[in-house]
């Protein structure tokens, strides 16, 4: 199934549980005006039918999560990888404790489920008795993200999983599918290291540059008024054995070669096919040749983004 890029030859369904996805929950009288002083989205722009790319920054600007935001019912949810929920969850709860609002890690409470393919909406219609006709829709149970097109992609949070009856595939053709479209998660190894642009987070609308101030907001700013942008996410696609988050890329200068980025996302598709997410320079180029450090027999070349990046 990974051998074929699904933004190329998109398959018919296919269901993912996302068992390594979690949410931070927010409730309370004050919850937005906290949220939109600590985030780095205009969550006043959210209604009931849609999400938003955003980040949650350190004083210093660095990136301690990046999550779909959504609101359900009284709440609102950050949806994102488990990995990332601890730091954030600390760092708001710090600040929680000055405003009318409830923090809490609801990723236990809930099914996080994927699914995408070109029969998705009509299956998932079906599933749900109900159409799919906004980004984000709502049932008692359920609330369902439209995250992507060619091909449909979903992302499903809810009290139940409402695939249940469907044959799952292992979450790695979710995180292939991210990658594809040029949208990093953070782990562990990755988590409060770089600044939001870094992580290409201003071409997918994840930053206001006019709500106002938020935690870390002088940094991000910085960085675009005044030029100061020195690294972008880049896909690269190439041969090599399997990489994990923090992994080094090297450059080929000459007949040597030098440190040129981290790897933040990787799935391998054959046993020697990698496609991965990495921070390296932003003057980096198609015509270098890349490898994995350590592994001498890699060889990795700059691949196309489905966005256009910000100059700044």
Request: proline share 4%; hydrophobic share 40%; aromatic share 8%.
């Amino acid at each position: 199934m990974l051998a074929t890029e699904f933004t190329k030859a998109a398959p018919e369904y296919v269901t993912v549980s996302l068992s390594d996805y979690g949410a931070i929950q927010l409730s309370g009288d004050q919850a937005e005006t906290f949220l939109q002083g600590q985030v780095t989205c205009d969550v006043r722009q959210l209604t009931k039918d849609q999400w938003l790319y955003g980040a949650h920054c350190d004083n210093k600007g660095k990136t301690l999560s990046i999550f779909r935001i959504c609101r359900w019912a009284d709440s609102w949810l950050l949806i994102q990888p488990k990995a990332s929920i601890p730091l954030s969850l600390q760092e708001l709860k710090k600040y929680a404790a000055f405003s009318k609002v409830e923090v809490t890690d609801a990723s236990d409470e809930y099914v996080f489920t994927g699914v995408f393919g070109h029969a998705a909406p009509a299956r998932l219609a079906e599933q749900l008795q109900q159409p799919l006709v906004e980004p984000v829709h709502q049932t008692d149970e359920h609330v369902v993200l439209q995250v992507g097109t060619e091909p449909a992609q979903y992302l499903i949070v809810g009290s139940s999983d409402v695939t249940a009856n469907s044959e799952k595939a292992p979450e790695i053709v979710w995180r292939a599918l991210e990658i594809e479209r040029g949208r990093a998660t953070l782990g562990n190894e990755t988590v409060q290291t770089f600044v939001p642009q870094m992580l290409n987070l201003q071409a997918l609308n994840a930053i206001s540059f006019s709500k106002g101030c938020y935690i870390g907001q002088e940094t991000v700013a910085r960085m675009k008024y005044l030029g100061k942008q020195k690294r972008a996410l880049f896909r690269l696609v190439g041969t090599g054995s399997p990489a994990v988050a923090g992994a080094t890329i090297e450059m080929a200068i000459g007949d040597n070669w030098r440190r040129a980025g981290t790897v933040i996302n990787a799935v391998s598709r054959t046993d020697r096919q990698l496609d991965l997410l990495a921070v390296m320079p932003s003057d980096s180029d198609n015509q270098t040749n890349y490898r994995l450090q350590g592994d001498d027999a890699s060889l990795l070349e700059i691949h196309s983004l489905p966005y256009n990046l910000d100059e700044s």
